[in-house]
Every structure is written in C-alpha cells, then in structure tokens.
C-alpha cells in the first residue's frame, strides 16, 4: 500500500513539475459529463459581440477584407530530395500506402494516401508529434496517419529536429517550414489538395506547429530567413504549450525536472530539463502569444490559418487548462478575420491521441469536424 501510495505521488508531482514550468496563474472551471465537450462560443462580427453556451468558436468578419494569403513555394537546397523514397509501406488495404521522403537533408515525413485515388483532389493533414522539444516521433503516431488516410484524406507526419542534435528552437521552426513547403509543392502527386492543408500538432508539436504559422504569416526571419505566408485551411493545437516561463520560474521548474530525473525509472526527466535549459533561457521569440502582443488591435489581416482549433483537457496535468487563453485572446485582438475553436474535454493530456489510437468513435468523429 505504501508503494502504492508513493507511484501515485510521484506521478502527481511529475505532472504538476513539467505543468508548472508553463502553467498560467488563471483557473478555469468546467462542467460537462462523461467525454463531452464544454462549449462555449463566440461571435464578433463587426464589433458586437455575442456569446452562447454551444460550441465555444470565435468568428471575426471584416466585411471588406477578402481573405487571400498566397501559398508560397520557396525552396531551399536540400529539396532536391523532394522526390526520394526512403521505403514504401502498404497498410491493410493494398491501396492505402505510407512513402517515407527526405523532406531535408536531415530531416523526414510519411505520406499517408490511397494509390486508387491519386487523381482526386482530398484534403490534407500534416501531424507534428509532441515530446517535450526533445523526444518523440512520427513513427510513434503512425496511428494518426492511419486514421486519416481511412477517412479519405492525405496525412503527412514528420519527423524534426530535436534537442540535443539542436539547441536552437528556430531549427525546429524551419524544419516544419521546409515541410509544409514540401508538402505545397509535392502533395498532388499523392491525391492531396495543396490549397487545402490543415496543420495539426500535438503538447510541444502544437506549439511548434503554432508558432511556425504565427511566424510565417508575420514573414519573420527564421535563421536568418524572412519566411514566407503559408495559407492553411486549420490549424489544430492539441494540449499545446501557448505560454512559455521566464527567468526564476523557469530555472525552478528546470531544476525540479533535473532533481525527479534522480528517481529510478525518471531518467528522462533529465532530459526534459536540460532541453528546456537549452532551448529556453536566455532567449526569447519563441511564445507565440507574447509575440503578437506588440501588433496593434486589428493590424492584422489574417493569420495563416482560416480557423484556429484549441483543444484542452481538464485534468491535463502537462499542460494545463487554460494555456490555450493568451493566444485566443491575441488572436482576438490583434487579427480582422479568424476563426476560432476552443474545445475542452474531460481528459488527461494524452486524451485526443488515445482516442484515434483506441478507435473512440466520438473523439474520432469530433477530430474529423477539426479539419473540415
């Protein structure tokens, strides 16, 4: 019983230990039964703001803004490896196949699709695992390929780089450039719609994925790159990070990684603090909420993405409910037309992607309505 007692404790403290370093002083509450959405929405079309308890999607119109962001298709050197088939893999049916390219030089996506289908036009998902900025992969969420590629859309997943082959956030950021650019560029030879790719990443996937659009929209420079506006059908962050710690909260939390690494079998909670010590102090541009906070109320058009999806979980103890806030408001303040989904279920941080791995028919059919 005292075993017991004690796994339970140090699971809390691990999770509140790796929550903390992000977590935001606000609480929210939430009322909902079994794995059902709390909804909340909202409507502002031309100023006037409407709210109601169904399904929690913030609308911004400016009746005399057409939305138009140009896909762009810079490449860089290494897509000359565009076309290079690392292996091909069939899945259960013999149409539906996975072909693994080197999207860089160092880098590598899948490519979900039905050979049977090749010259139709399907819409697009490109998954970005999570892990910490440090662990992870695409192999390890090969289900949510799967799951895509069965519901007629053409899933990309990639690999990028991590801590400790870089120690540079912006590498990360590049890479899931390079991979859309790939994907603009390339998709159409697998049936997939280039003007219709939503972007979907999961804990520190979705922040990366997030940021990668914030900063593409904003054309900023990334390795001393300006980047060019991607335009994306949606942009889904799963449990993602949308506030990042500063000085002595982020040393503490780093410090309370380093010192749980110490307990047999949490080794790789190391890890977790020194890629975060890293990739984190002493720099800055990598919050996407703090960024937009120095544009104007409405200077922005759009923002790379026709609709932005949020989804939390209320016992999500890595990323906490709530995180999700400083972004939805900045987009709220700052962008002329954006749609917004805020989605928060009864769940822990792995919620969403258990669900497509376990075949939950509702979280499946709520993941689906995401990228429509």
Same mark, same amino acid.
């Given at each position: 019983m005292k075993l017991f007692l004690f796994l339970n404790f140090i699971t809390l403290l691990i999770g509140s230990v790796i929550g903390n370093v992000i977590v935001i002083d606000d609480s929210k509450s939430i009322a909902s039964a079994g794995n059902s959405t709390v909804s909340k929405s909202t409507n502002i079309e031309d100023n006037e703001l409407a709210t109601s308890?169904?399904?929690?999607?913030?609308?911004?119109?400016?009746?005399?803004?057409?939305?138009?962001?140009?896909?762009n298709s810079t490449k860089n050197n290494d897509n000359e490896l565009a076309d290079s088939v690392s292996n091909s893999t069939v899945i259960d049916d013999e149409q539906l196949v996975k072909k693994t390219f080197n999207y860089t030089s160092v880098s590598d996506l899948d490519v979900y699709y039905d050979k049977s289908k090749i010259h139709n036009k399907r819409p697009v998902v490109m998954h970005v695992h999570g892990g910490g900025w440090c662990e992870g992969s695409k192999d390890k969420e090969a289900y949510v390929g799967e799951?895509?590629?069965?519901?007629?859309?053409?899933?990309?997943?990639?690999?990028?780089?991590?801590?400790?082959q870089t120690e540079n956030m912006d590498d990360m950021v590049e890479d899931i450039y390079n991979a859309l650019q790939w994907t603009i560029e390339n998709i159409h030879k697998y049936g997939g719609d280039s003007q219709n790719i939503s972007l979907m990443?999961?804990?520190a996937g979705a922040h990366l994925a997030t940021l990668t659009?914030? *900063?593409?929209?904003?054309?900023?420079?990334?390795?001393?790159?300006?980047? +060019?506006?991607?335009? /994306?059908?949606? %942009?889904?962050?799963?449990?993602?990070?949308?506030?990042?710690?500063?000085g002595d909260e982020l040393l503490a939390g780093i410090e309370q990684l380093k010192q749980l690494g110490n307990i047999p079998g949490l080794s790789f909670l190391k890890l977790y603090g020194e890629a975060r010590e890293?990739?984190?102090?002493? *720099?800055?541009?990598?919050?996407?909420?703090?960024?937009?906070?120095?544009? +104007?109320?409405?200077? /922005?058009?759009? %923002?790379?993405?026709?609709?932005?999806?949020?989804?939390?979980?209320?016992?999500?103890?890595?990323?906490?409910?709530?995180?999700?806030e400083p972004m939805i408001e900045q987009l709220v303040r700052t962008v002329k037309r954006v749609e917004i989904d805020h989605l928060i279920y009864e769940g822990d941080h792995?919620?969403?992607?258990?669900?497509?791995?376990?075949g939950d028919e509702k979280v499946e059919h709520d993941v689906l309505n995401m990228v429509n």
């Open positions: 308890v169904v399904s929690n999607s913030t609308k911004i119109e400016d009746n005399e803004l057409a939305t138009s962001v140009v896909s799951f895509f590629q069965k519901n007629d859309y053409v899933a990309v997943l990639i690999n990028y780089r991590l801590y400790p990443g999961h804990s659009t914030v *900063k593409a929209a904003l054309e900023m420079e990334v390795n001393g790159v300006p980047l +060019e506006p991607i335009h /994306l059908s949606n %942009l889904i962050s799963l449990n993602g990070r949308h506030k990042l710690d500063e890293h990739l984190l102090v002493g *720099k800055s541009g990598f919050d996407q909420s703090k960024i937009l906070k120095k544009y +104007e109320d409405k200077s /922005l058009e759009t %923002l790379g993405a026709d609709k932005y999806v949020f989804v939390e979980c209320d016992a999500d103890t890595v990323d906490p409910l709530g995180l999700a792995q919620f969403i992607l258990n669900g497509i791995m376990n």
